[in-house]
């Protein structure tokens, strides 16, 4: 499961291929760094932390293709990947991450069981949150608090396209979502100034 076909360069430059904006990027690292501090958080072994991180860093492959027609997110991933090397299980958790939409009538009716769902789609989704709110404090994360996280996760106007109800599927892991926003915070704080924070 946890052999993963190509390394974190090949996978960003399979991100490039499909992808042209910065702007997106910054979601792709994002998330990628919240999925690698849960999976140290959780003390999972090396090749764990990997598999956990590419899934953040790749779960929206096909978004540059899609995002014109939303309802085809995530149709042509399976393709992409798979062309990549990568297996069945790895392409599934992706796409668990679009269940329940109604804008993907594809994965409308899906539900996510695996707790690896639950962390990928929590910790993709958090990013919109954690983004948003560095930008209102001058694009500074360096000194942000879980505290005043939360306070911005409680005032549903702000960042008002994020979903909340997602991000509390994070307790389905055992993990409460103070210690969440901990966490998420630490892991973009370690890349900050690759997505343009402070």
């Known amino acids: 499961m946890l052999n993963l076909p190509i390394s974190r360069n090949q996978a960003l430059e399979l991100l490039k291929k499909y992808n042209s904006s910065e702007q997106d990027f910054v979601h792709y690292l994002e998330s990628e760094a919240v999925m690698k501090e849960l999976a140290m958080h959780f003390k999972l072994s090396e090749d764990e932390i990997n598999y956990w991180a590419m899934l953040g860093l790749l779960h929206d492959v096909d978004w540059g293709l899609t995002k014109e027609n ?3 997110h995530l149709t042509k991933m399976p393709e992409i990947l798979k062309k990549a090397g990568f297996d069945d299980e790895f392409i599934s958790i992706i796409s668990s991450h679009g269940y329940g939409y ?3 009538p594809h994965l409308t009716e899906k539900k996510r069981e695996e707790k690896i769902e639950h962390a990928l789609a929590a910790s993709e989704t958090i990013t919109g949150l954690i983004h ?3 930008l209102m404090r001058g694009k500074k994360i360096s000194d ?3 505290k005043g996280l939360s306070k911005k996760y409680k005032d549903k106007a702000f960042a008002a396209k994020v979903d909340r ?3 509390k599927e994070i307790e389905k892991i055992d993990l409460n979502l103070e210690k969440f926003f901990e966490i998420a915070i630490r892991g973009i704080q370690k890349i900050k100034i690759e997505v343009g924070l402070e």
């Open 70 to 72: 939303v309802e085809t």
């Open 102 to 104: 109604e804008e993907l």
């Open 132 to 134: 948003a709110y560095a």
């Open 144 to 146: 942000m608090e879980a």
């Open 165 to 167: 109800e997602i991000i």
